[in-house]
């Protein structure tokens, strides 16, 4: 019931900032793909370079989306509306909170990430997105919405999430094989950025895009933040003394 | 029935809150008087778990609250001190949204919404977003909201800061309504003569601990019923008196411009805070 409410709260957001949400998911994964795709125009394994690069911008896509939709607007309510007073006073279960933010913001990564499937569909790549792409690509935005609540609860002013994209979000966005194959960086520096979760969901998601047998263990990476974010917000809201 | 226990809030090394024990009866208007800094807007997030203790505890109806304790949320309501509300949402989103936060059916927040918007004047506004409102309408809205989920305690932390003095008349009035319906209210206001009128009890708070608590007029007969103002170069100068005739024997001797009058509460608290100061 908590879950539903807090759907209802994001989908009226939605529903309110729908061209923007839609413009803001839009503009920087159309320039990755034109600027790397069309513009630098290569190949990849003999393969056109676009063809490489869409399964990862459909990827970071949804980590942006997903974690731009819940940790900005959970910061300023916390910090600046004191919106998030209303939920903590309510009989809401504050778990149902959590979890509603967590669905909410994976569901925007998912429609970030469709606008850009929609935008190349055109092209005809052949590449393959099916069922269990989307599902991947929910978990993922999943984690990146439980690690948008985990910062916007550790922020303490507004700068502190866009400082946090900055240092984390970004390089990951372009280090997680998501523009080239991690396969060329020295070791230590490349299983590191094998176990960020946007590296699994890239490998996976271009695993089933080009029809190659791939491993799914990433999925558990993925359920492996998911929890420990998730229990980290949990620990937050129940146990934090002074929200 | 609201009770603290040894109720106290450390922030970092600055004691908030000092170990206060406290029973607010059912259907009491209780007031918490006291200077900036005193400790009261701490006390009432502890209240409503925005904050928790650093030790002590809070027993509604002799259940002890915490984060976890839906039954006993779902009995408070909360006007806090500031506009805790989402921006961008407009009037009819906040209240739906925190009606919804209640497990209220939805055609009811609605129904309630309409009475409580008809009530307050928000009506011809109900569709302007939350940052178009002034203070006044944004205060009145948290009232609404406040009350959409029928509270048992009403939880008020400075409710008509920023209302005009008609707004401000309405919502004392409002208040007694509410308190003679049966709904327990715990206030703290800057505007003492009105908590002397609405409230049963009040404590006095200073530098996080409760000076006393008593009845306004028992507060005022210990302090002296009759007060003199004594205007001296430095500024007035008050002495209270527990009889008329000790007061007018004092006004006697004196030769500068002086008036006699009956002591308030807002005596009582300048008294108490002005100690403390000193």
Redesign the interface.
């Known amino acids: 019931m908590g879950i539903i409410t807090i759907l209802w709260e994001k989908w009226r957001e939605f529903v309110r900032d729908f061209s923007r949400i839609t413009l803001a998911a839009m503009v920087a994964p159309l320039m990755y793909l034109i600027v790397f795709g069309w513009g630098i125009r290569t190949t990849m394994n003999g393969q056109p370079y676009l063809y490489f690069l869409i399964p990862g911008v459909v990827s970071l896509t949804t980590m942006n989306g997903s974690f731009n939709a819940i940790a900005q607007n959970l910061n300023v309510q916390r910090l600046y509306e004191k919106a998030f007073d209303q939920v903590i006073i309510s009989p809401t279960p504050l778990w149902q909170f959590i979890a509603g933010q967590i669905i909410a913001g994976a569901l925007r990564g998912l429609y970030a990430g469709g606008i850009i499937l929609l935008l190349v569909f055109p092209i005809k790549t052949g590449l393959v997105f099916n069922f269990l792409s989307f599902i991947i690509l929910f978990l993922n935005g999943a984690v990146f919405s439980s690690i948008g609540i985990v910062v916007s609860f550790l922020a303490r002013n507004h700068a502190d999430v866009p400082r946090f994209s900055n240092y984390f979000i970004m390089p990951m966005a372009y280090l997680c094989n998501t523009f080239f194959s991690t396969d060329n960086i020295p070791h230590g520096a490349r299983e590191l950025i094998a176990i960020l979760p946007l590296s699994q969901t890239s490998r996976m998601i271009r695993g089933i895009a080009s029809g190659v047998q791939t491993s799914l263990a990433g999925i558990l990476f993925l359920l492996l933040y998911l929890t420990v974010c998730t229990g980290i917000a949990l620990i937050f809201v129940y146990q934090k003394k002074n929200l | 029935m609201i009770e603290l226990r040894h109720l106290t809030k450390i922030?970092d090394n600055s004691t908030a809150v000092d170990a206060i024990d406290l029973i607010i009866k059912s259907g009491e208007f209780f007031g918490l008087l006291g200077p900036n800094g005193a400790g009261k807007t701490t006390t009432i997030s502890m209240l409503?778990?925005?904050?928790?203790?650093?030790s002590g505890e809070i027993l509604i109806d002799k259940e002890l609250l915490s984060?976890?304790r839906?039954?006993l949320?779902?009995k408070?309501s909360?006007i806090?001190q500031?506009?805790?509300?989402?921006?961008?949402?407009d009037m009819d989103?906040i209240m739906?949204?925190?009606g919804?936060?209640?497990?209220i059916p939805v055609r009811k927040i609605r129904a309630r919404t309409e009475e409580l918007f008809a009530f307050a004047g928000l009506t011809e506004h109900r569709h302007k977003t939350i940052r178009k409102l002034s203070g006044g309408m944004k205060r009145k809205l948290m009232v609404c909201r406040a009350l959409l989920t029928e509270p048992q305690i009403l939880l008020l932390d400075e409710p008509t800061a920023g209302m005009d003095a008609i707004s401000r008349r309405q919502m004392w009035n409002l208040l007694r309504q509410l308190n003679e319906q049966g709904i327990t209210i715990l206030l703290t206001t800057h505007y003492i003569e009105e908590a002397q009128s609405l409230c049963h009890r009040v404590a006095l708070m200073n530098d996080g601990k409760l000076t006393d608590v008593d009845t306004p007029a028992h507060l005022i007969e210990k302090l002296g019923a009759f007060a003199v103002d004594e205007l001296r170069p430095e500024g007035v100068r008050s002495r209270y008196f527990p009889g008329r005739e000790q007061a007018i024997a004092y006004l006697s001797g004196i030769k500068g411009r002086c008036t006699l009058r009956d002591t308030t509460l807002e005596d009582v608290f300048v008294e108490q805070a002005g100690k403390h100061l000193s």
Do not use: A
């Open positions: 922030f409503s778990t925005l904050l928790l203790p650093s984060r976890k839906q039954d949320k779902q408070i909360v806090t500031e506009y805790s509300m989402r921006q961008d949402m989103e739906e949204y925190q919804r936060l209640y497990f």
